[in-house]
Every structure is written in structure tokens, then in C-alpha cells.
């Protein structure tokens, strides 16, 4: 195994030197890193997700150019997203001159980290960057901020309504070697808007990959807004995420998780409520197979009265899969009249595959209304006979019954089109794999 | 006269216990054969072992359907051979509606027959028509399959189905038992309707009240994992009048 923090260190030091505010968080989170390391087992949020183990010497961490042509991006466009902002990052850098915006300045406002932590977003870089960092102390997302010099600014500014959603296109270029990426976002969702983001993630290359990204976004009052991950990268490409959202009164959020593939992926999504009368909806689908490890950890943190939150996570696995939940709940003190809502369903299809569950609920608050519940199973033997006994084949009978299992989570997929397509690709392997 | 299916000595157990020990019946095109029985008789797994319910081992005997061996067919296979069951308790499944899954199943039955799948316009076609027959509301259709359904809503659906799959054997294992009386005529008619000289039905129930509006040509007792009575119609108002102390001691007394 490598020694991260000598690693690092020398692609740490030899950085442009950034802004001072930017420089003073790198200067934090290295330190941090230097002290934490990479999680090990022995961490208890990262007891199932080895990651320490995916670090090898044989990583490629560098901002070097890419000859990256243009036909990778037309080959992966979600369908249904054709006139959308669209934004390329490619092995963590963000690609202006293959990005492309229909939404206009007035609207939204694309820029460098380094440039709005310099203008007038200073103020607002400086009390969002890193919000994650207290909910992760960990080398993880402390390696991610120790680069967070070339990250990206997202505005969608007071009282506009973005007219399409913004689509993020991750690259990991593993072509020459193993790559390892860190994309880092900033979002200022300004009061009274409504927006979108989707991000979806590639590799191209036949080595591995590992892709370390933090996404923050803070939700100002009374905006409104939708978040979709989908990841179907495939095996060999390592994923670690982090996003989290912070809301202001009356904000709703509402994030769908969708993980398909890959070889060991954790996805951290924190809903953090910190005023009254916010909503936040959470809803993943995990669909399996091969030896793809995904853990989903959410966090929703109830600081104020009057808030709502819902949370549905379901996963199939198949093969030698495994499919990991860890669902946490603070209701605060003061958050009285808080209702919170959790539910982990789980379809073991494999002979080896697994999936671990655990739901944990911290409740300081007397007059709140909680309740969580996870299963784990296989599929129904008396639908599946029902079904068959109707002439219906077992592998279409399988198809409909683990389709009508993940239906109510992509139903909310607003975008028709990119429901659909997503629809599709699980279709294919319902009947492919299983 | 030709043979639809041929039940032969058939036996059956489940985790251990021995359920069927020597079923023997013979059933022809065009007739009505109804099976009556105490509780835990074995009814309801004789229906399952015919539609190839994986939970039941077959131990001994043979079934023959219009010439195939159907033990050896899976349960889609026997389907779509034509062989229909309407479960005595029907499964709730969420998240799948009956017009979804029947389009399937109707179109997986053409397909193994060679005809072409049914477009959009036949099936909604076919669809209305055995909707009329059974009088069942689309709105109960497109809803998830038996998910909060009534009793007797899941059963009309059961029959619905039939009719949609026309089968060549239809079982109804107590397709009457908690039914109004307008909706067991209603069943009823729907089997009634369906009748041909070509196709057959198995019907078990407790209740000859099912039989004044389906006659049967033939009625059967199963006690104890045999069929140790059959008879006419005039045996179900036996049945009806003396209940089945009189076959058990005629049972017991033969065995003893
Ligand atoms: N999974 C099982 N494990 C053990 N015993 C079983 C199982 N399933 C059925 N049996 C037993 O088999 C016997 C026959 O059951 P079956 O359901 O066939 O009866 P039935 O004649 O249909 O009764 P009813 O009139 O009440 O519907 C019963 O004694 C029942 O308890
Ligand atoms: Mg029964």
C-alpha cells in the first residue's frame, strides 16, 4: 500500500499558489489530510468501503491536458437534455471551452473557485467552502480540499427560474494509466429560484479510475431544488462523493441517487436544514451486479423547528454485489414539529451478494415525528409464481417484479426523457444479468 | 373420446408431509368437473401441483395434458399450454398492474404459439370486451395487481384474467368463497360464457351454491389426499345435507 501523505505531498506543494482565502483552506485541509490519512477500516464510516485499499503508487493525480475530443461528450449526452447548460470537468478540471450555457448571465453564472473567492462571492465562498468538512472529518474529503484551488462557482442568481437544468459531465481519462480526479463545486442557489443539476460520470481508458469529489451547495430561502447522481461508469472506476446541501427557510431539495455500476462507490449526501419550515427529499436506487460495491451514507440535520424530511433508498443486488445504507437522522434541540421519514429496501438476487443497513436516529427535539424501517429479501416467491402461472417466462416475471421495486424511485425523475432513458438501461440489465 | 388430462396415481408432499397420496382423475374437453372436500384435504395443493408451484415435491404418479407430460413443464409452460389457475388466494404485487402484466402474459402465450403479439388497438380491444363479460372497471385494472383489493374484486380479477388467457383448463380453486351474490352470478356467467366444447374446468369450492349456476358434469370428494367419492350433481346436495361425516365413516370403514 502507498504512503498517501508523502504521495500527496509533493503534487500538494508544487501548486500555483491560489487567492488567500483559497490558499489558507487548502493550507487547513492539508493539514487535516496529513493528520487523518485515508480512512482505514478501522474508521466506523468507512468500516465497508475499503478506499485506503484503491490508493496504489500507480495513480496518475496531475492537471495535465488530455487530448480529449469532442465526440466522448456527444457519445454519453443523457437523452431529454439536448438544450441544457451543460459543464465538462475532465479528471476533476472544469472545461470551459467544452461547456456550453443556454441559460444567460442574468440567470446563471458559471466561474472559477479562485475568481468568485476574489469578487463579490467572497463572502459567500468563505461561509459555504468546506461546510462539509465538519459532517466528514476524514482524509477523504480533507484530500479533496487540499486541491480545491481549481474547483468550480455555481450561481443561480435571486428570483430566476433556470429554463433548463445544468448537466455535469465527469471524465476520468484512464487511457495511459490509472486515473485519480477530484472535482470540487460550489453552488449559491440564491432565494426564489428553481434549478437542476444533474452529474453523471465516464471513464474512458481500460485502467481504473477513482474520482474524489465534494459538491456543496447551499439552497437560499424559498428556492427550489433538484439534484440527480447517476452513476454508470462501469467496473474498474472508483467513485467517492460528497455532496451536500444546506437550506435556508422554506427551501425544498430534492435528490435522486442512481448507481448502476462501478467497482467501489460511496456516495455521501448530507440535507442540512438550517431554518424553519425547509423540505428535503431523498431517494436511491442501487441495481447491481458483478463484485460493484456501493455504500450510500445520507445525513439529514434538523437544526430548526417545523422542517420535513423523507428519505426511500432501494437496492437490488445481484452476483457477488453489495449494497451498503447508512441513513442518519439529527433532529436538534430546537428542531421541534420535525417530521422525518426513513426507508431502506433491499432485493438480495445473488448467491454471494449482500447488503448491510443501518439506520441511525439522534433525536434531542420532544415533539417530532420519526420513523425509519429497513428490509432486506429476495424476491417475492408467490408474485413470481403468480406471474409465471400467468405464462409470463421467470426471467420476465423477475424483470417486472424488480422494475415495479425500483419504479417509485424513478418516478422521481421529473425530466420524462431522462426517466425514461435511465428506465431503459435498467430494462437492459433486468434482462441481461439477472 | 379424447383425453385433456389424465391425473394418474399423482402424490405429492410438502417439507416432509405427505399431501396427496394417489389422486386419479380424468378430465375431457367440454366437461365441468367440480372438487369438494374438507379443509386441508389437499385441494388447493392439487391445483398448485398441476401449475408447477416449485414448493411441492412430487412424489409418485403422472399427469398427462392433451398428450404432454405436464409434470415436466414449467409453470410458464403449462400456461402457456393452456392450463390456468385462479388462485384461491391471489398475490398482491405492487407496482405491477394487471393491464401491464396481462398484455405480457397474452402476448408470451401468442408468441410460444406462433401468432404474432397483439398491437396496442387488438388488445384494448380484447381487453374491453372480456372486461364487459366479467363487468370489471378499467380503473381496477390499471391499478397495482390485488393491492387493496376487495376479496371479491381480486376474484372477478382472477376471472378476468381467464378470460383474457383462454384457457384450454381453467382451475378455480373457491373462486365463489367470498363473493356477494351478484358477483358469484357474475363469475359464474363469465364461466359460463367461456364454456366450449373444447376447453374444461376443475372447479373446487365448498358450496353447491356455485353449482346451480355452473353444472357440473362431474363432482369429486377429496378427503385425506385421495378422491374417495364422485358423483353427479345430486353428490354436492348430499354433501350439502349430510356434510362429509358420512364419506369419512365410509372411509374410515373401508381402511379400518
Ligand atoms: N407449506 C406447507 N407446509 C406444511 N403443510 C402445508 C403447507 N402447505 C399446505 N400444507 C398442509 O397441507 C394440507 C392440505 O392443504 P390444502 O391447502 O391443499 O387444503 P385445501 O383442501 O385446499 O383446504 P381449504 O379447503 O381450507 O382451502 C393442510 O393440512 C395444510 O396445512
Ligand atoms: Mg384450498
Known sequence: ?434 | MKHMLTINDLQARIEEKEILKGINLDIKPGEIHAIMGPNGSGKSTLASVLAGRADYEVTGGSVQFNGKDLLELSPEDRAKEGLFLAFQYPVEIPGVSTTNFIKSAVNEKRKYQGLEALDAAQFLRTMKEKMKLVEIDQSLLSRSLNEGFSGGEKKRNEIFQMAMLDPKLAILDETDSGLDIDALRIVANGVNQLRTKDNAFLIVTHYQRLLDYIVPDFVHVLYNGRIVKSGTKELAFELEEKGYDFIKAEVNEATA
Open chain 1, 1 to 434: 500500500m502507498m504512503d498517501a501523505k508523502i504521495f500527496f505531498n509533493d503534487i500538494y506543494k508544487s501548486q500555483d499558489q491560489p487567492n488567500d482565502l483559497l490558499k489558507a483552506f487548502q493550507q487547513k485541509n492539508w493539514n487535516s489530510f496529513s493528520e487523518l490519512d485515508l480512512p482505514s477500516v478501522k474508521h466506523e464510516e468507512w468500516k465497508y468501503t475499503r478506499i485506503k485499499n484503491v490508493f496504489t503508487e500507480a495513480i496518475q493525480y496531475n492537471q495535465d491536458k488530455t487530448d480529449f475530443s469532442e465526440e466522448e461528450l456527444s457519445k454519453v449526452k443523457l437523452p431529454g437534455t439536448a438544450n441544457a447548460n451543460s459543464l465538462v470537468f475532465i479528471n476533476g478540471i472544469y472545461q470551459p471551452h467544452l461547456s456550453t450555457l443556454t441559460d444567460g448571465s442574468d440567470r446563471l453564472i458559471i466561474k472559477s473557485l479562485s475568481e468568485a473567492s476574489t469578487d463579490e462571492d467572497a463572502d459567500f465562498v468563505n461561509e459555504h467552502l468546506g461546510c462539509s468538512n465538519a459532517y466528514h472529518p476524514d482524509g477523504i474529503n480533507a484530500l479533496n480540499g487540499s486541491f480545491a484551488a481549481h474547483g468550480l462557482f455555481i450561481k443561480v442568481k435571486k428570483g430566476k427560474e433556470l429554463s433548463q437544468p445544468i448537466v455535469i459531465y465527469h471524465f476520468s481519462d484512464s487511457r495511459s494509466g490509472f486515473r485519480f480526479s477530484q472535482p470540487r463545486i460550489l453552488v449559491s442557489i440564491e432565494e426564489n429560484t428553481i434549478a437542476t443539476i444533474i452529474e453523471t460520470y465516464h471513464k474512458i481508458g481500460n485502467h481504473q479510475s477513482l474520482t474524489n469529489e465534494v459538491v456543496e451547495i447551499c439552497v437560499e430561502k424559498a428556492a427550489h431544488f433538484r439534484y440527480i447522481k447517476i452513476q454508470n461508469e462501469g467496473t474498474d472506476s472508483n467513485h467517492t462523493g460528497t455532496t451536500q446541501i444546506n437550506q435556508l427557510g422554506k427551501s425544498t431539495a430534492h435528490a435522486v441517487t442512481i448507481s448502476l455500476s462501478g467497482e467501489i462507490v460511496r456516495n455521501n449526501l448530507n440535507m442540512v436544514m438550517r431554518a424553519e419550515f425547509c423540505e428535503s427529499h431523498m431517494y436511491g436506487l442501487y441495481l447491481l451486479g458483478g463484485k460493484s460495491q456501493v455504500d450510500n451514507h445520507t445525513i439529514v440535520d434538523n437544526a430548526m423547528p417545523n422542517c420535513l424530511s423523507n428519505e426511500l433508498y432501494k437496492g437490488i443486488m445481484d452476483d457477488n454485489s453489495t449494497g451498503i445504507f447508512n441513513g442518519k437522522i439529527f433532529v436538534r434541540k430546537d428542531a421541534q414539529k420535525t417530521n422525518a421519514y426513513q426507508s431502506n429496501k433491499n432485493i438480495l438476487l445473488g448467491q454471494n451478494s449482500s447488503a448491510n443497513t443501518k439506520p441511525q436516529l439522534e433525536i434531542f427535539a420532544d415533539d417530532v415525528k420519526c420513523s425509519h424501517g429497513c428490509t432486506i429479501g429476495k424476491l417475492d416467491e408467490d408474485a413470481l409464481f403468480y406471474l409465471r402461472a400467468r405464462g409470463i417466462s421467470e426471467q420476465n416475471a423477475k424483470a417486472l417484479l424488480l422494475h415495479a421495486f425500483a419504479a417509485d424511485i424513478l418516478q422521481q425523475i421529473e425530466l420524462e426523457e431522462l426517466r425514461n432513458y435511465i428506465d431503459s438501461l435498467i430494462s437492459e440489465r433486468l434482462t441481461i444479468t439477472i
